[in-house]
């Protein structure tokens, strides 16, 4: 296939409109025009380059110095979609019928340089007698396409007198048009870059803030926004150093160029991980300071989950042998001291009260040697469920423990709203029960009062077992504490007990609440699934 060379295509062109009974010595003037709403769609379609084009053409045109040109931007089919320039030449165009909107084809129009650039694939000039139309041979069209992905999509144009053309102007207008496409392709990648920026800005579980060169907050996502309590129309434009916590570390780091990574901070109670570090421009000057943070409170909570793991299976390899030694000889102590008791006869009350307290520090030992026992059993990790009635259950206990709550004149209220059977580990429910019944009972010195309530969870498909006391209650300190091996608040607790009651409410995929306010008692919320 031959390659069409420019004259022949002016050639060529003057005969087509020859063929199309287009008379030379008439003026070109187009019938058919887009309407306003069409025309907006296909500027709509390529307003980046429109945008980009009107500031490089309007900086060529000064560069023209004083030389008197329009210049017009097309789409791919040649509809004139803007054109600005000089008034008089603009007028003169328009005079002729060519105004935005128009589209420019031969059989209509002429020999033209937009055409000519579109259907040859690259930049065309028509100066003078090359146009068909008389009226046109006093001026000079350069147009060259511009491109978007590969494809034509459009030219830009320049219009001038004849006399004033020079060789470099087809030159001037195809480096115009070059620049125009890295610009458009930049704006077009930084638009990109733009939308995931804001995407991951908007959805990211990360907080970030940035200020600028004078330490105003410039940008802040959602999740800083909710974990500073801040609104973004809020903060933007005042001081970094107003944010709370994070404000002190980022001043710092636009006053001294400093960096700050993997700091752990404190806001409303949670634990985060911090950095921050100054943004600097091509002159390595600071032009702005940048601040992440991230939520590490469960993972904190994790790692002492584990290293209480780690600490529980070591008591547990050691307790397996020590509590048997110790438990079989403790045994045999406390049997052949009862023997004893039996046998010694005395009115001395103070040998009396000698027996009471060697067999007092020997039960204690002996329930200590238990929960070592029970932390140390392998099945400890597992439930075996069956139907069973918390009613009957409760009473039981109640029953095992009323000597105790006699001794202290402590009133049980137990209220029975639920008595049907749930599926659990009947042992494992009653050791959760009992440990805080003891619990209970300690923290009453005389004369106080517990309440056992059961009854169907009111929020969801569930069983509640409520116990409360009056006793001396708990300090914030210890109640976030109290789930934690070890530790214990009474003059002789090992501090495992309520630590196995968790472990074993959460084997039965249920939950422990717990309300307590110093002088003011205790309340224990057990929530079991009925299944």
Same mark, same amino acid.
């Given at each position: 296939m031959m390659i069409e060379t420019r004259d022949t295509y002016i050639s060529n062109s003057h005969q087509k409109c020859l063929d199309h009974k287009l008379d030379p010595n008439d003026l070109p003037v187009p019938k058919e025009k887009l309407p306003k709403s069409v025309l907006e769609q296909r500027k709509s379609k390529l307003d980046v380059t429109i945008s980009v084009a009107r500031q490089f053409m309007t900086r060529l045109i000064s560069d023209l110095d004083g030389t008197a040109v329009v210049i017009s931007i097309t789409d791919h089919e040649?509809?004139?979609?803007?054109?600005?320039?000089? #008034?008089?030449? =603009?007028?003169? +165009?328009? &005079?002729?019928?060519?105004?935005?909107? +128009?589209?420019? #084809?031969e059989e209509k129009v002429g020999t033209n340089s937009i055409e000519m650039a579109l259907r040859m694939g690259q930049s065309a000039k028509l100066i003078g007698s090359d146009h068909f139309f008389r009226c046109l041979h #006093?001026?000079?069209? *350069? &147009?060259?396409? *511009?491109? &978007?992905?590969? $494809? !034509?999509?459009?030219?830009?144009?320049?219009?001038? @007198?004849?006399?004033? /053309?020079s060789p470099y102007h087809l030159g001037l207008l195809q480096s115009a048009v070059d620049s125009i496409e890295r610009e458009v392709i930049a704006k077009k990648q930084n638009k990109k870059l733009s939308v995931l920026n804001q995407v991951l800005m908007e959805n990211s579980r990360t907080g970030v803030i940035l200020t600028d060169e004078n330490g105003k907050i410039v940008e802040i996502n959602p999740y800083a926004e909710k974990v500073l309590s801040s609104k973004k129309g809020e903060i933007r434009n005042r001081p970094i150093?107003? @944010? @709370?916590? !994070?404000?002190?570390?980022?001043?710092?780091? %636009?006053?001294?160029?400093?960096?700050?990574?993997?700091?752990?901070?404190? +806001?409303?109670n949670k634990t985060f991980l911090f950095d921050s570090f100054p943004i600097y421009d091509e002159s390595n000057q600071i032009i702005g300071v940048f601040g992440q943070f991230r939520d590490i409170t469960e993972r904190l909570v994790l790692e002492r989950q584990l290293m209480l793991s780690e600490k529980l299976s070591a008591i547990g390899k050691i307790s397996a042998g020590l509590a048997h030694e110790i438990r079989n000889p403790l045994t045999s102590i406390i049997g052949l001291l009862a023997l004893l008791k039996e046998n010694f006869k005395t009115a001395d009350h103070k040998q009396k009260d000698y027996f009471r307290i060697i067999f007092?520090?020997?039960?204690?030992? $002996?329930?200590?040697?238990?929960? *070592? /026992?029970?932390?140390?059993?392998?099945?400890?990790?597992?439930?075996? $469920?069956?139907?069973?009635? %918390?009613?009957?259950?409760?009473e039981d206990i109640l029953a095992l423990m009323e000597s105790d709550f006699h001794s202290k004149n402590i009133k049980v209220h137990y209220q029975p709203f639920y008595k049907d059977k749930i599926y659990i580990d009947k042992d494992k429910i009653k050791q959760v029960i009992l440990n805080i019944l003891q619990n209970s009972f300690d923290a009453i010195d005389l004369d106080g009062n517990i309440s056992v309530v059961i009854q169907q969870s009111r929020l969801d498909n569930g069983i509640e077992i409520i116990i409360r006391d009056d006793g001396f209650g708990?300090?914030?300190?210890?109640? #976030? =504490?109290?789930?934690?091996? *070890?530790?214990?608040? $009474?003059?002789?607790?090992l501090g495992l007990g309520l630590s196995m009651s968790y472990s074993i409410i959460e084997l039965h995929k249920g939950r422990i609440k717990v309300e307590s306010e110093n002088g003011k008692g205790t309340t224990f919320i057990i929530w079991l699934p009925q299944t």
């Open positions: 040649g509809y004139i979609l803007e054109m600005y320039g000089d #008034e008089m030449i =603009k007028w003169q +165009i328009e &005079s002729l019928g060519l105004s935005t909107g +128009i589209r420019l #084809e #006093e001026t000079a069209c *350069f &147009s060259v396409p *511009f491109r &978007s992905s590969g $494809k !034509i999509s459009g030219t830009i144009s320049m219009m001038m @007198a004849a006399h004033h /053309v150093t107003e @944010a @709370a916590v !994070i404000g002190e570390y980022m001043g710092r780091v %636009l006053g001294g160029s400093k960096k700050y990574e993997d700091i752990e901070i404190s +806001i409303s007092n520090e020997l039960e204690r030992i $002996k329930n200590l040697v238990q929960q *070592f /026992v029970m932390m140390a059993k392998p099945d400890q990790k597992e439930i075996i $469920k069956t139907r069973v009635g %918390l009613h009957a259950l409760i708990m300090d914030k300190d210890t109640l #976030e =504490k109290l789930s934690t091996p *070890f530790h214990s608040t $009474k003059k002789y607790g």
